[in-house]
């Protein structure tokens, strides 16, 4: 079955293979047992659409879930009542109507600070004294999260006022890198923590402490990257494809010619060249100009020029005249050209590549 959401007539495709999806999901699930594997769903699924997503990770028997925002918790909440919906970004900048609606909703805070867990406790005397929270411990990248200093008097503040603690986390610094003693550090003090908590869940993986230290998967790990193939390994499938139409087929015979904004890429000899429908404001990196391919037809032809708003210019002069037309489809991410390789070309990583995509390139889910 496949589903096309987003503006008609696009030049842009991304295509969604949910059937890649629930087999990475699938192949998860299996490597992480006995742990239970939650989906983190956050920036609008890493900009491939949160309610498909949701829906597919839903009939796979997918029950926790961890999202950034509040909006994307109450819309999640309005897909499934039952799930265990965290989210990280807590309550701390929340109004109280919003604070009410989250307890109302069983929606689990993620508490970040000492100072956010009295707030917490606040309302839950008002309102639930047995509502869920997660505790989030920073235990070593120094970013969103409970210092680590501060650990004793959050344990006495939870065991004085019978906080109902659902779950602690941590969030690893260096998964990717298996030698690093960073990680190993942060084991210990995760578990000189956790000690305090035995009844609660206990979680550090991310995909990458998936697939680099299985002892450090606990009751529940934590997967985005790992689900939605963004994370490089020898048996996750790719579920994101991204496509452009070909807009224009042009020969340009001058003796010297510039190519897009600046001339950043000139040439005396004759050129065919394909106009391809996006650019930099659908997430195609403009670090890319004169540095990357498409693909046509298993063949991979240059970008030449500057990369704009709205366009792409390709080099088709090696292909035969006539083979590639207005109105055909370019591949610029997918079986030839893996998003590992573009974003690494990019100088960023497939996280990025993938939340750049914007709203103006269709989605097409296949299933």
Known sequence: MKKEVGIVNSNGLLKINLKNL??????????????????????????????????????????NFFLTSYEESIALFKLSKRSNIILLNGIINLSNDNIKNIFNKKIIPVINSYRELKKFNSFAKELNPNHKVTLHFDTGINRLGIDFNEKNKIINFCLENNINVFCVMSHLIAADEKKNKINIIQKKKFEEIISFFPKAIHTLANSNGILNFKRFNYDMVRSGGCIFGTVKSNFLKNVVE???????????????????????????????????????????PRTLSNDSNVCFKKKKLPIIGSISMDYII?????????????????ELIGKN??????????????????????NRVKRSYID
């Open 242 to 284: 991204l496509y452009a139409r070909v807009l224009q087929i042009r020969i340009v015979n001058e003796e010297h010619n510039n190519f897009g904004y600046n001339g950043t890429f000139q040439s005396k000899e004759k050129k065919i060249i394909a106009i391809i429908g996006v650019g930099y404001a659908d997430g195609y």
């Open 314 to 330: 390709v080099d088709v002069s090696k292909i035969k005249y006539g083979d590639i037309k207005v109105g055909d489809w370019v």
């Open 22 to 63: 629930e087999y990475n999901y699938k192949s998860l699930k299996k490597i992480v047992r006995p742990a239970k594997l939650a989906a983190v769903l956050k920036s609008n699924c890493y900009g491939l659409g949160l309610k498909e997503i949701t829906k597919k990770l839903l009939k796979l028997k997918c029950n």
């Open 337 to 358: 050209i893996s998003l590992d390789y573009i974003s690494k070309k990019a100088n960023t990583i497939p996280y990025e590549i993938l939340n750049s995509i914007g």
